[in-house]
């Protein structure tokens, strides 16, 4: 079945600094999902993004299908964007959402 | 807003015991799905529901099983609670054709 691999698999930054995380994988999809894991364990959809490029706020993401990866843009960090960050990827005909195994990111005000 | 609704928080239940953990969601989704997750195995699919009364078991559907009578409800069942299934046990739903999913607050379950 497909891989998903995240990197990195710890990041902590400063309160304002940017970052950026990536979710690579090794087939083909048609969907490809971004959550945000609060602290209290709720998975938060961030973005559908199969392919191009979205901008929500200070977060945007970017997939290019053709080369198998997403990446997740955070600017400005707040101590609030702290907290484990899952992509997910789904094959063309599959039903089930494959996860990474997430990038845990610690602001530090 | 999209909501999907378990039942408990935080959970506590002895070994032997059957446990049921229910998930309802409000925006007439026709897939529905059980993750567990655990400290370094990420989120492994259990079961999964794309219609009501139609299941399809996941990556790790052992000792567990599912229940879909209405479409807005979707229940995982422990049959035999053991203490390796102390877990957070994670619900979502989607539409049908590409969906997003929308994930519960989780449950926290402790098997003693």
């Known amino acids: 079945g497909i891989q998903v691999e995240q990197s990195p698999p710890d990041l902590i930054l400063q309160e304002g600094a940017n970052s950026t995380l990536r979710c690579n994988f090794s087939?083909?999809?048609?969907?490809l999902q971004w959550f945000h894991q609060n602290p209290w364990g709720q998975l938060i959809n961030l973005f559908y993004i199969p392919s191009g490029t979205k901008q929500n706020g200070r977060l945007s993401a970017t997939t290019v299908a053709t080369e198998r990866y997403s990446l997740l843009y955070i600017s400005s960090s707040q101590t609030t964007d702290s907290g484990v960050y899952f992509c997910?990827?789904?094959?063309?005909?599959?039903?089930?959402?494959?996860f990474g195994q997430g990038t845990r990111l610690t602001i530090n005000p | 807003d999209v909501k999907v609704t378990q039942s408990s928080r935080y959970l506590v239940k002895r070994t032997g015991e059957k446990v049921f953990l229910e998930c309802v969601q409000d925006?007439?989704?026709?897939?529905m799905f059980w993750y567990r997750q655990d400290p370094g195995l990420g989120l492994r699919l259990i079961y999964f529901?794309?219609?009501?009364?139609?299941?399809e078991k996941g990556d790790i559907p052992e000792g567990y099983s599912v229940s879909r009578e209405k479409k807005e409800r979707f229940s995982l069942i422990l049959e035999s609670a053991s203490t390796n299934q102390t877990s957070m046990y994670l619900c979502?739903?989607?539409?049908?054709?590409?969906?997003?999913?929308?994930f519960g607050q989780g449950t926290r379950l402790t098997v003693v």
């Open positions: 529901s794309y219609d009501v009364k139609m299941k």
């Open positions: 925006m007439d989704h026709e897939n």
């Open positions: 979502a739903s989607g539409s049908a054709g590409g969906w997003r999913a929308f």
């Open positions: 087939d083909s999809v048609n969907n």
């Open positions: 997910a990827a789904l094959m063309q005909g599959a039903q089930k959402l494959v």
